[in-house]
């Protein structure tokens, strides 16, 4: 009975020992997992002030310092996106600026794979394909984009803004198809259009064929805008 009972003590004692090296090894890992996530606080509150000092550059390392650092610090990754759209300058051709823009557009997608209602990533990629696709018109990212601000309408319906610019990007897209019908009417013609000129009926036809709902869903995501704020200048223009 004497030696069971030692036995249970021995597994007893070496059970209480196992478990208090496993809670020292996990208090270890607890803290060093706080220690990372002030260190992530420190580089995002640094980049932020680089940010604030137009010292982009900067402001882009010390983001992706405290992305890495904590990879669940969300607003780390959002100025780092954020970061590279301010970088990126609409229609310069250069692999580098281009870059920047693919960078921006990678971030706030990782982003909206974990907090796919995340308004700001929503926003912010919406905002950054839009830029990459005026110049030249990229008709497809365009259409990325208006997808975007049509998810923001989804889960705040009531903001202005985001009505206005589907509303922007559908005039932009009819306008361009505008443009190249007439040119390609003068070009089979071999005659001239003043561009205050009605499309000649062949083209009209062609642009209603094909642009009709474009032009209908901008009108009403222009009025939307308007009707949401009464004042929104830009939306009456």
């Known amino acids: 009975m004497k030696h069971k009972f030692a036995s249970w003590l021995v597994i007893g004692t070496g059970l209480l020992i196992a478990t208090s090296q496993r ?5 270890a890992q607890d803290q060093q997992s706080a220690d990372r996530s002030l260190d ?3 580089w995002l509150n640094d980049g932020v002030e680089a940010f604030k000092r137009a010292q982009n550059d900067e402001a882009i390392e010390d983001f992706k310092k405290a992305k890495e650092l904590d990879p669940s610090l969300t607003k780390a990754r959002l100025f780092l996106a954020t970061a590279y759209a301010s970088q990126y300058i609409p229609g310069a051709p250069s692999a580098e600026n281009i870059r920047y823009g693919e960078q921006a557009v990678r971030e706030y997608t990782e982003i909206l794979e974990t907090d796919p209602n ?11 394909l839009y830029q990459m696709a005026r110049t030249p018109l990229n008709v497809d990212k365009m259409d990325e984009s208006k997808s975007y601000h049509k998810k923001h309408t989804q889960l705040a319906p009531d903001s202005p803004t985001q ?3 589907i509303g922007i990007i559908d005039w932009e897209i009819a306008f361009r198809a505008n443009k190249e019908l007439r040119a390609e009417w003068m070009k089979k013609t071999s005659r001239d259009l003043q561009p205050s000129d009605a499309l000649p009926e062949e083209a009209q036809q062609k642009f209603i064929l094909k ?3 474009t032009v209908q869903e901008g009108i009403a995501s222009l009025e939307k805008a308007i009707v949401l704020n009464p004042e929104y200048d830009d939306a009456m223009a």
């Open 211 to 213: 642009y009709s709902d």
């Open 118 to 128: 995340n308004l700001s990533a929503i926003d912010g990629i919406g905002s950054i």
């Open 23 to 27: 809670c020292s090894v996990l208090s």
């Open 40 to 42: 992530a606080q420190k």
């Open 163 to 165: 009505w206005y610019w």
